[in-house]
């Protein structure tokens, strides 16, 4: 048996809905029309006081009304005000209205009197005019002014009607939207920004928030009413008025505070158990910088963020622009976005180098979907693999080498000390000469700060691949540039991203010590202000990138707990776990020995480099290489120490080694460079 079909047919006739979407424009001039002969017939009706209608609706108001309306629709299709929606009217909308009425009148008017003084002189007209104008009856001046009055109000009132149906009218017939108390808004910020939002909040459908005032730090905002909203006082009182006013949420309109202004206001409201919002720039919006949501929740990027990067956008490009560039550790997070940023000045080739392969995909697939003029090459390839490198290199001849592939968790790394070996250290090597041999012009090395003084096997291993290349750099006509920064939000493995799943699944957020301080920066900022140091190096530099001031990670998780709307140490606790097998309280950014001195970018600085032993350091790199899959962890830390005395590691580093750690042999080169 045949079963019957119940799904609507393909072909089966539009909802009215939908015909009205279709034919929006096309009823909008017909309901023009309308309302332009109503105002007509309002305005002699007001002329004559609706008097005598058997007079003048014959004799006056159609004739008229034969030469007004095409006045007026063609008037209306040249400034395209049908096409306006009347589901948003606003203030601007009534401007172009009036504007529209006064060109249809004055053109009205220009017709009519012509006419007036053509008419009778035609022939078949006998004398008598178009409009009757008998001593006993004649047409008032007056209905030309009250016609454009009569258009401006009811053109201007239908929209209003429509707006209103479908913000008061519409809401909560569908038994989905269900109505719920209004969450109770404070709003920071009394200017524009806080003005918009406001009034967009006036517009939503139902009553979704109420909102209580404004908080404004203008002498002359205070006590001002906008949209009959109170600006209450200024933003010092926002614990206080949160808690006098039983506060859900609280947007901070302020595109232009400073992270520090944020954070304040964060800081003042912890355990209130608030939601934090926040708004765009206007610009950022245009710029197309963020999603057109205007309003998003505070994020802690907002409370440890700092002014936007200014680049020299020309140099950069002089150097990437239509030329073949290489990044390795492509997938990672500083890797990708290195990727993102050089994708902005066009390269001939973006070449990518990533030994993960999802990580190299996902990439890959995302430059080609963003930069789809750009010829952008996935290679997967291990950094320690120097032949594979050479073939790569000789095959691609990338002008410029972005190395930033790199074992980077500390803890990790002192249980798996030989990995570190290999991958930080005869990695960046292996790329280096890989580089001279094939004629790089430059190489742009991505250090860290946990490389100063190091406590660390991820550190120490760093500063190796450091002095190697500062050393390299003399001896070679390729340069080689070290940028050293510290922690970057939101990157894998980060503390960040680590709070954020913790405090999702509802427990206690984990940090190691209540002194424990790092220096932060975002993602683009670290990529954007590589770029620029880049260019700026001449060869054998390491320049450091000014990280702002350091943050406790107790303050940080405190902060990410608040934004979450939760109230640290009641519905969220704050663990202590005890420091970490090689970490330090507090990062350094320098090392002793070596001079500062300042650049023409203010975030970026350079560590002049000291006198080293070149046979030295690459008879060490050979000998850790020998050790890192057959020595225990100790005879490699005995290693590294050789090479970098500064390097101090605690006991909790060689207690929580193990010497298996290790895994296979990777090839790779010699120290010898060619």
């Known amino acids: 048996m045949s079963s019957h079909a119940t799904d609507t047919p393909a072909d089966s006739p539009p909802s009215r809905t939908n015909l009205i979407a279709r034919h929006r424009t096309s009823i909008s001039f017909l309901a023009h029309g309308g309302l332009f002969a109503l105002s007509l017939f309002c305005a002699f009706g007001l002329a004559y006081n609706f008097r005598r209608m058997e007079m003048w609706v014959t004799g006056q108001f159609l004739p008229l009304l034969a030469i007004a309306l095409p006045i007026k629709l063609a008037v209306l299709l040249w400034t395209k005000q049908h096409r306006s929606s009347w589901r948003y009217v606003g203030l601007r909308d009534l401007m172009g209205i009036i504007g529209t009425s006064y060109i249809a009148s004055f053109g009205l008017l220009a017709v009519y009197f012509a006419l007036e003084n053509v008419w009778p002189l035609l022939p078949g007209s006998d004398g008598q005019r178009l409009i009757n104008r008998n001593p006993d009856f004649g047409l008032p001046q007056s209905v030309f002014l009250l016609d454009w009055a009569c258009t401006v109000g009811s053109v201007t009132m239908a929209r209003v009607v429509v707006r209103l149906y479908h913000e008061d009218v519409l809401f909560g017939r569908d038994g989905s939207q269900a109505r719920q108390a209004p969450a109770r808004l404070l709003i920071i910020g009394a200017g524009d920004s806080g003005e918009v939002v406001l009034r967009e909040i006036l517009r939503m459908p139902g009553d979704r928030y109420d909102v209580v005032g404004f908080l404004d730090d203008r002498v002359s905002s205070l006590g001002n009413r906008i949209h009959d909203v109170e600006v209450i006082g200024r933003t010092d009182l926002i614990e206080t008025v949160c808690e006098s006013e039983a506060v859900d949420e609280v947007l901070i309109a302020l595109p232009k505070a400073s992270p520090r202004e944020i954070r304040r206001l964060v800081e003042s409201c912890q355990g209130m158990n608030l939601l934090f919002r926040t708004v765009p720039s206007v610009t950022d919006l245009i710029q197309g910088n963020v999603e057109v949501s205007p309003i998003r929740p505070v994020e802690i990027e907002d409370l440890l963020g700092r002014e936007p990067v200014h680049l020299d956008e020309q140099a950069i490009a002089a150097v990437l622009a239509d030329q073949r560039i290489a990044v390795t550790g492509a997938g990672g997070s500083i890797g990708s976005e290195m990727c993102r940023q050089i994708a902005r000045f066009g390269p001939e080739r973006l070449i990518l180098i990533e030994q993960a392969e999802n990580a190299l995909f996902e990439i890959h697939r995302e430059l080609r979907r963003s930069h789809p003029d750009i010829n952008v090459i996935p290679y997967i390839a291990d950094v320690c693999d120097a032949s594979r490198l050479r073939a790569l290199f000789g095959h691609e001849r990338p002008r410029v080498v972005y190395h930033a592939a790199a074992h980077k968790h500390v803890p990790m790394m002192e249980i798996n000390p030989g990995e570190a070996v290999k991958n930080n250290i005869v990695g960046t090597k292996t790329v280096a000469d890989v580089a001279v041999q094939r004629g790089v012009e430059k190489m742009v090395v991505i250090s860290t700060d946990k490389a100063v003084n190091p406590t660390s096997v991820m550190g120490c291993t760093k500063r190796i691949a450091e002095l190697y290349?500062?050393?390299?750099?003399?001896?070679?006509?390729?340069?080689?540039?070290?940028?050293?920064?510290?922690?970057?939000?939101?990157?894998?493995?980060?503390?960040?991203?680590?709070?954020?799943?913790?405090?999702?699944?509802?427990?206690?957020?984990?940090?190691?010590?209540?002194?424990?301080?790092?220096?932060?920066?975002?993602?683009?900022?670290?990529?954007?202000?590589?770029?620029?140091?880049?260019?700026?190096?001449?060869?054998?530099?390491?320049?450091?990138?000014?990280?702002?001031?350091?943050?406790?990670?107790?303050?940080?998780?405190?902060?990410?707990?608040?934004?979450?709307?939760?109230?640290?140490?009641?519905?969220?606790?704050?663990?202590?776990?005890?420091?970490?097998p090689g970490e330090k309280l507090f990062e350094e950014l320098s090392v002793e020995g070596e001079d500062f001195s300042s650049t023409k970018h203010p975030k970026i600085a350079i560590w002049q480099k000291r006198a080293e032993d070149w046979d030295k350091i690459c008879a060490g790199i050979d000998r850790l290489q020998g050790l890192a899959d057959t020595a225990g962890p100790e005879e490699i830390r005995a290693q590294l120490a050789t090479l970098v005395p500064e390097y101090q590691p605690d006991s909790s580093s060689v207690n929580a080694s193990s010497p298996l750690a290790a895994s296979s042999a990777t090839p790779g080169s010699t120290c010898a460079s060619t």
């Open 469 to 580: 290349v500062q050393q390299l750099s003399d001896a070679e006509h390729t340069q080689f540039v070290t940028v050293r920064f510290g922690n970057v939000l939101g990157s894998s493995g980060s503390v960040v991203p680590i709070f954020k799943a913790q405090i999702a699944a509802g427990s206690p957020v984990t940090v190691t010590h209540p002194e424990m301080t790092r220096y932060f920066m975002t993602i683009p900022e670290a990529s954007q202000l590589v770029l620029q140091a880049g260019i700026m190096g001449q060869g054998g530099e390491i320049f450091v990138l000014d990280m702002g001031d350091p943050v406790k990670i107790v303050d940080l998780a405190r902060d990410m707990i608040t934004l979450s709307g939760l109230r640290p140490g009641v519905d969220i606790d704050i663990v202590f776990s005890g420091v970490r």
